[in-house]
Nanobody, 120 residues
Framework: VMLAESGGGEAQPGGSLRLSCAAT????????MAWDRQVPGKPRELIAR???????YYADSVKGRFVISRDNAKNTVYLQMNSLKPEDTGVYYC???????????????WGQGTQVTVSS
């Protein structure tokens, strides 16, 4: 199983970007999906999470600006980032909980990270 992220890049303050993360491979089931952010000089932080039933969590730093969503049929999680700020600059990592076979365990899988740079 692999997680492939896309959608990172550069944006101006106030702009928008949409990140995608798709899991490929043999997948039996999926649990929570999330996005972490690594800002230079700071520890990695959880910024958004969505459960298997659609409940969401947002860090205070992104609440009201970012929206996390999921498409179970595509094993994909999205992060719509609006009203971007320079402090949103960092590497964004997706995380998906997957079950690869019936009766098997659930494990965390991570994307490779995608750079987001917000600058004028």
């Amino acid at each position: 199983v692999m997680l492939a992220e896309s959608g990172g890049g550069e944006a101006q303050p106030g702009g928008s970007l949409r990140l995608s993360c798709a899991a490929t491979g043999t997948i039996f089931g999926r649990g929570a999906m999330a996005w972490d952010r690594q800002v230079p000089g700071k520890p990695r932080e959880l910024i958004a999470r969505i459960t298997s039933v659609g409940s969401t969590y947002y860090a205070d730093s992104v609440k009201g600006r970012f929206v996390i969503s999921r498409d179970n049929a595509k094993n994909t999680v999205y992060l719509q980032m609006n009203s971007l700020k320079p402090e949103d600059t960092g590497v964004y990592y997706c995380n998906i909980v997957l079950k690869l076979q019936q009766g098997g365990p659930e494990d965390d899988y991570w994307g490779q990270g995608t750079q987001v740079t917000v600058s004028s």
